[in-house]
């Protein structure tokens, strides 16, 4: 490892380690940035990530929180990639998640699928099965009843294209 | 899963008491292709997937899934039901061509 790389290792396992610290207090604070991404958030890469989050989301905050997406570090299979989305928020008549939203900023059609719930299901604990094409960051982002956008992001490393 | 195209399962737990939030496995049996292969005489393999699933619960749609031909071949999901009332469980899948599928389970609850 570099020195140069080495400083920026460090610098960024500091704004990891601050963003969790902060995090508690961040979760409950109103935004003051919109859509700009934290720290620990990924860019938006490419124009089609740029309409999808638009033509979806408008100018809304998207948070990180209330979301965990879970998927292996690395995808040997692309064809076949395991995909865990759950939430701590209500299932409630007047205040719950109606859509979860999956998307994989290296795919060929990068909303790869959106899960429409009602208070009836009780609980956001999704599973399935997806392709990926490549190595890229992966965003699942719910919005609730009340227009509230949450997200989770992990970087999946695909070793085998799935999309062809 | 090597059955026909639209062949569905659903799965959910053997005893539920009402009000449980029960979670439903299912699969259906499809190829889920892209559009983006060729076949082995170089011609390029239609995508055909499915695109849209619906939950209903009784008489309620309690779910919908927009999907791509992103989610794999013979697609799973799984997701969670508060069962607070004894009534058939259907989901249909529809694909890019026309196809509809459909299965049904039904939830009643285990007599104490």
Known sequence: ?164 | MAGEIGEARIRIPDQIRKGDVITVHSIVSHPMDTGFFRNRDGDPIPAYFIKDVVVTYGESDVARFEWTSGISRDPVVTFTLRADREAPLTMVWTDNKGGVYRQSVHITFATA
């Open chain 1, 1 to 164: 490892m570099s020195s140069l790389s080495r400083r920026n290792f460090l610098r960024a396992a500091a704004l990891t380690t601050g963003a969790v610290l902060g995090s508690g207090l961040a979760a409950n604070a109103e935004p003051l940035l919109g859509r700009q991404p934290g720290p620990e958030d990924p860019e938006v890469p490419n124009e089609e990530v740029a309409r999808i989050l638009r033509e979806r989301f408008g100018d809304r905050p998207i948070r990180r929180g209330h979301v965990s997406l879970d998927m292996p570090a690395v995808a040997e299979d692309g064809r076949v990639v395991p995909v865990i989305i759950e939430s701590d928020l209500p299932m409630a008549p007047d205040a719950y998640v109606k859509g979860v939203h999956l998307i994989v900023d290296h795919n060929p059609d990068a909303h790869l699928a959106a899960f429409h719930l009602t208070p009836a299901i009780g609980s956001v604990a999704i599973t399935t099965r997806i392709k990926m094409k490549r190595t890229t960051w992966v965003r699942a982002i719910v919005e609730t009843s009340r227009g509230e956008l949450w997200a989770d992001y992990t970087k999946v490393l695909v070793t085998l294209n799935g999309c062809g």
